[in-house]
């Protein structure tokens, strides 16, 4: 006879191993599931959380018992987020906190948890695993010590590249909760003199330097409906793209480029790579830039853009 009904055991798949009492009443009688838990049958995780007897544990399970255990509404945020959807620089063994609806009490928990300060907003899943958004991930990672602000900017870094967020929204998440967060202070402090709309201190300055063209290029376009460039010009079809030292050292990550480059490149643009070692000089940068255009605008039969700055060439 199996351990539980079939829809129970679906159940059991999608919440990594994990369910709650309160579900298991769907189709067993109070009685019966304290039968199976007397007999071994389950095995209590948290209180009115189980897993069946051999079950696979699992850094997911246990996230997964600790919202049923925490209801309604609960969520995890924090470096595991992170690590769940694949974030460059962070494991299964990062932490995470557990938050739960305004006004919610428990008792006899030992695992890090507390209010959830918006709680209606920026909700996303794991199968059935509730969490937060990326976004939100990257803000209250902030709030662990141990994740490094290393660890912190690659988290960024990658969220950008794989178009899961932006300095922007990273930005205003942290100025909603407000300087006395933890994690939002962090943000705040290294986000603060950003460009708005670029995506890096080295893309800052690249957006800010070409801006003495006139007409220069756009930061942060969507060129299609899945393809956000860093720099736009767009009379000449020009796309600048910034490739940072974390973003694009893997070698997943220089296919992406290439991909991206070739499907630009298909609609009739031209794609220039720039790299940190461009944007060490600010002249020779801008010359560079000024010989690309103006190649670029002689092939099209277009004007090329002036310089407005005092010391053009």
């Keep these: 006879m199996a351990v539980l009904p079939d829809p129970a055991l679906e159940l059991l798949d999608r919440q990594f191993g994990a369910i709650g009492r309160f579900q298991l009443l769907e189709w067993l009688e109070p009685a019966e599931i304290d039968g199976k838990v007397r007999h071994g049958a389950l095995v209590v995780i948290e209180r009115g959380v189980y897993r069946t007897r051999g079950g696979a544990r699992s850094t997911e399970q246990t996230a997964m018992a ?52 918006t709680p209606d907003v920026g909700r996303a899943t794991l199968k059935k695993l509730p969490m ?34 932006s300095d922007d929204e990273v930005l205003a998440r942290a100025r909603l909760l407000g300087p006395t967060d933890p994690g939002a202070a962090f943000w705040l402090e290294l986000l603060a003199d950003r460009v708005p709309g670029s995506e890096s201190d080295a893309e800052s300055r690249m957006v800010t330097w070409l801006q003495v063209f006139d007409p220069a290029p756009e930061p942060q376009v969507w060129v299609t409906p899945s393809r956000r460039v860093d720099g736009y010009w767009r009379a000449y079809q020009l796309i600048l793209e910034y490739l940072g030292s974390v973003d694009h050292s893997y070698a997943e990550a220089r296919i992406r480029d290439d991909e991206r480059a070739r499907e630009l490149e298909a609609l009739g643009n031209r794609v220039i790579p720039v790299v940190a070692a461009d ?28 310089r407005r700055d005092s010391d053009a060439a």
């Design 279 to 306: 944007l060490r000089d600010r002249e020779v940068f801008l010359t560079r830039m000024t010989h690309i255009v103006s190649l670029r605008a002689y092939e099209l039969g277009l004007p090329p853009p002036r």
């Design 132 to 165: 937060v958004t990326p976004t939100i991930a990257l803000v209250d990672s902030a709030r662990f010590p141990e994740i490094g602000d290393r660890r912190l900017r690659l988290g960024l870094d990658v969220c950008r590249w794989r178009s899961l967020t």
């Design 66 to 117: 600790r919202t049923l255990r925490a209801r309604p509404g609960a969520r995890i945020t924090g470096p595991l987020v992170l690590a769940l959807i694949n974030i460059d620089g962070f494991t299964r063994k990062d932490p995470f906190d557990v938050l739960t609806r305004p006004g919610r009490r428990m008792r006899g928990i030992d695992w890090p948890h507390r209010e959830d300060p």
